[in-house]
């Protein structure tokens, strides 16, 4: 059975790469029929924390990732590496390393005065020293000295390393907590994963990690490496293109299955498809198709994207959203907020400017000081006189109602729409952009909009 996992650490939220890496190893799972594993892996004790745990999952949760086993945490298996670690001690793969801080300093120092490549060196690898005393020894890899390690990356092809490139890696360190490299090798076993999907910045340490498989005599997964997410102006991702918290998008009034399509895009495709649900995600997904070139973020056709789908969405759902990110429709003043949602859609990019232009609806919103008086001329003020007339008249309050009076008042005028609705909006929301006029009226409701009419034109 195909097992995939997706593994970060709790250093900080959810963020763009992290969730497109979850992506692919969620959908290849849910493809394959196989199972999606959760591991955080936090043995970075001075920058983990609980609220970094929190975000994750929230984050994994908004995004509708649900996972099979777990969340499963390396903290909480130390006696495990420590007995795999004791396994390889005992079997000569690995070692005990007595180097202090400062000792390695001077190494690395002297190899770079030399113009080499810093590296630790093998110093206690076959040595017979005794031990210096009152020094923690670390738990070192004895690294083939010779040959290379070749792979086959589902994403890039063949990978080869040479081992002269590779130096021995510390596997615990002095306090019994297991290395990034040494962590993984021995969860992804114990966890039975079939397939590591992760970002390719991870390329150069798998060689080192398939060495441990092989020390271990286990089965190697298969390796996946997705290219990097770049900004638009091809540096690495960073925040100020938009690499924020998942969960930011969603304050943000980004919507989850848009995201998720935006993310699934970013170094995948099928087709020309570019709008597709979850479901279809899953049912086209493949590693064939990841590129292998990186990924440019594009905020502009992210919020293209989540605006097909704020129009997707139903009033009811629409509405909903609204009120959690802080719209007021007090019960009875002012228009259903289904309604108000209805019309918004079209215009909202994102949630959030629903619930911002959603404000002119509700309240008592007056035209900027000076703004009604340039529009509303000698000419318009009496036209605006007989609307208010024939909106009182109006029975069925409707936007074919409504467009027929202004219509009517625009034929007896001679005047043109632009002149009448400009001085309508000002009047009765306070601002000089709403959608079309006559919808925009409607949902206003009769009684508002006549009442804004006789306050500012007159009887």
């Known amino acids: 059975m195909v097992r995939t996992r997706f593994a970060p650490s709790p250093t900080g939220f959810l963020h763009i790469g992290g969730a497109r890496t979850a992506l692919f190893s969620w959908a290849y799972a849910r493809r394959q029929g196989g199972r999606f594993v959760l591991r955080i892996e936090d043995t970075d004790l001075e920058r983990s924390t609980e609220e970094s745990v929190r975000a994750i999952l929230d984050g994994m949760a908004w995004l509708g990732l649900d996972w099979d086993e777990g969340p499963l945490f390396q903290m909480q298996r130390l006696s495990r590496y420590r007995e795999v670690a004791e396994r390889l001690l005992r079997e000569g793969r690995a070692y005990r390393c007595y180097c202090t801080k400062e000792e390695l300093e001077q190494m690395r120092a002297a190899q770079r005065a030399r113009g080499e490549k810093p590296r630790y060196d093998g110093r206690w690898r076959d040595s017979k020293e005794t031990p210096p005393p009152g020094v923690a020894p670390v738990i070192r890899f004895k690294n083939p000295l010779e040959g290379e390690v070749t792979f086959h990356d589902l994403v890039k ?8 490139e590779l130096d021995d890696l510390v596997l615990l360190r002095e306090d019994g907590v297991p290395t990034y490299n040494f962590g993984v090798v021995v969860d992804d076993l114990d966890m039975r994963i079939t397939h590591v999907i992760r970002g390719d910045d991870h390329v150069n340490n798998t060689p080192r990690q398939i060495n441990i498989f092989r020390a271990l005599g286990a089965e190697l997964p298969q390796f996946a490496h997705v290219p990097m997410i770049l900004g638009a102006d091809g540096e690495r991702l960073s925040k100020r293109h938009g690499a924020v918290s998942v969960m930011q998008y969603a304050d943000e009034g980004y919507l989850p299955e848009a995201l998720l399509n935006y993310l699934a895009r970013l170094g995948w495709s099928h087709g020309d498809a570019e709008i597709f649900t979850k479901d279809q995600l899953v049912e086209w997904f493949d590693l064939a198709h990841v590129h292998r070139a990186a990924a440019h973020f594009d905020p502009e056709k992210l919020r293209w994207l989540n605006h097909q789908y704020v129009k997707q969405r139903s009033n009811a759902s629409l509405a909903d959203l609204m009120r959690k990110l802080g719209v007021k429709a007090p019960d009875g003043d002012g228009p259903d907020l289904e ?12 949630v ?12 008592d919103a ?8 340039k529009v509303l001329t000698e000419q318009v003020r009496p036209a605006l006189r007989d609307l208010m007339s024939r909106f009182s008249a109006i029975d069925a309050w409707n936007d074919q109602s409504i467009m027929d009076a202004v219509n009517a008042v625009l034929r007896e005028r001679k005047l043109k729409l632009p002149q009448v609705a400009m001085p309508l909006r000002l009047i009765v929301f306070g601002r000089t952009q709403t959608p079309n006029i ?22």
């Open 339 to 350: 309604a108000v949602a209805g019309l918004l859609k079209e215009r909202s990019e994102t």
């Open 157 to 164: 092809g063949a990978i080869t390393i040479a081992n002269a």
């Open 438 to 459: 006559g919808p925009t009226l409607a949902v206003a409701g009769k009684k508002r909009v006549t009442e804004k009419l006789r306050k500012h034109v007159g009887a």
């Open 366 to 373: 007056e035209p900027p000081a000076g703004e009604l008086e």
């Open 352 to 363: 959030r400017a629903a619930v911002s232009a959603a404000a002119m609806f509700y309240g």
